[in-house]
T-cell receptor, first 114, second 115 residues
Framework: AQSVSQHNHHVILSEAASLELGCNYSYGGTVNLFWYVQYPGQHLQLLLKYFSGDPLVKGIKGFEAEFIKSKFSFNLRKPSVQWSDTAEYFCAVNNYNQGGKLIFGQGTELSVKP | GAVVSQHPSRVICKSGTSVKIECRSLDFQATTMFWYRQFPKKSLMLMATSNEGSKATYEQGVEKDKFLINHASLTLSTLTVTSAHPEDSSFYIC???????????FGPGTRLTVL
């Protein structure tokens, strides 16, 4: 069965620090990969997605992620975080053949200190 | 972007009663919607796939008779929690796929508390 693992449960950073959140998935076939963000009290929003092509994907708000197929990884990065980036971040995988059904990681809570 | 709404945003009910949650795609048609359950500090767990005009497809371990899903139109799916118990208390989130942009949009969630 597919699964998604996020290594960090809670990350605390100071503003301007660099961010990298790990995400690994288990599935041998073709997958689509996503990062979602959930700000406090708000609904899930798509940060970025990878379907094919350039493995380095740029998303909104300065976030990017790199798909490394050999490592089954899709880590999220941001060079300089802001206090407003405080949120819950979810990595998700979608089996190309399963019509949109998303499997989510456990989530990583990011707290950015001003 | 596309908007998905849920109603109600929060509901408190007594044990044994049934609760209906609505999920609507406001500015696009969605042949497929999904229902997720989110526990505190936990990930989203897919409960079922709701297909317009046909029966929902439930994930393993999700009781079909307890969580009734009806996708009667291209913009509305409903989740009914039947004979709710305190362990059903959770945050229920729906999503809908917009085929025009090939993206899944999430509703704001419904907080269910069963007393």
């Amino acid at each position: 069965a597919q699964s998604v693992s996020q290594h960090n449960h809670h990350v605390i950073l100071s503003e301007a620090a660099s961010l990298e959140l790990g995400c690994n998935y288990s599935y041998g076939g073709t997958v689509n990969l996503f990062w979602y963000v959930q700000y406090p009290g708000q609904h899930l929003q798509l940060l970025l997605k990878y379907f094919s092509g350039d493995p380095l994907v740029k998303g909104i708000k300065g976030f990017e992620a790199e798909f490394i197929k050999s490592k089954f990884s899709f880590n999220l990065r941001k060079p300089s975080v802001q206090w407003s980036d405080t949120a819950e971040y979810f990595c998700a995988v979608n089996n190309y053949n399963q019509g949109g059904k998303l499997i989510f990681g456990q989530g990583t809570e990011l707290s950015v200190k001003p | 972007g596309a908007v998905v709404s849920q109603h109600p945003s929060r509901v408190i009910c007594k044990s044994g009663t049934s609760v209906k949650i609505e999920c609507r795609s406001l500015d696009f048609q969605a042949t497929t919607m999904f229902w997720y359950r989110q526990f505190p500090k936990k990930s989203l767990m897919l409960m079922a796939t709701s297909n317009e005009g046909s029966k929902a497809t439930y994930e393993q371990g999700v009781e079909k008779d307890k969580f009734l899903i009806n996708h009667a139109s291209l913009t509305l799916s409903t989740l009914t929690v039947t004979s709710a118990h305190p362990e059903d208390s959770s945050f229920y989130i729906c999503s809908a796929i917009s085929t025009s942009v090939n993206e899944q949009f999430f509703g704001p969630g419904t907080r269910l508390t069963v007393l």
